[in-house]
Nanobody
Framework: QSQLVESGGGLVQPGGSLRLSCAAS????????VAWFRQAPGKEREGVSC????????DYLGSVLGRFTMSRDNAKNTVYLQMNSLKPEDTAVYYC?????????????WGQGTQVTVSS
């Protein structure tokens, strides 16, 4: 069965860091760009970042630029989201999704989400 599974979420204090992982099984993640989304309670889902299939190109939401970094290890079929200097407003469920290229806005695979809570 082809799927994406996120991990690495949790509770962290403001200013702290977390690294989220998005692992694929049943298909080759290296053939896809991967996007991270987040959805906070009562808010619409928003795109956070995207990385091209090669990993050479990334794009970020303005509010996370300079704090979040995407990377990928195609040999491990995994994409990462390193989140530093976390703020309470980063609290949300984070999802990864695979698409043919960043910006296509049609996703072939979605993960189930991982909760990130930033609170003192």
């Amino acid at each position: 069965q082809s799927q994406l599974v996120e991990s690495g979420g949790g509770l962290v204090q403001p200013g702290g860091s977390l690294r989220l992982s998005c692992a694929a099984s049943g298909f080759t993640l290296g053939n896809y760009a991967v996007a991270w989304f987040r959805q906070a309670p009562g808010k619409e889902r928003e795109g956070v970042s995207c990385i091209s299939s090669s990993g050479r190109n990334t794009d970020y939401l303005g509010s996370v630029l300079g704090r979040f970094t995407m990377s990928r290890d195609n040999a491990k079929n995994t994409v990462y989201l390193q989140m530093n200097s976390l703020k309470p407003e980063d609290t949300a469920v984070y999802y990864c999704a695979a698409e043919t290229y960043c910006g296509k806005n049609y996703y072939d695979y979605w993960g189930q989400g991982t909760q990130v809570t930033v609170s003192s």
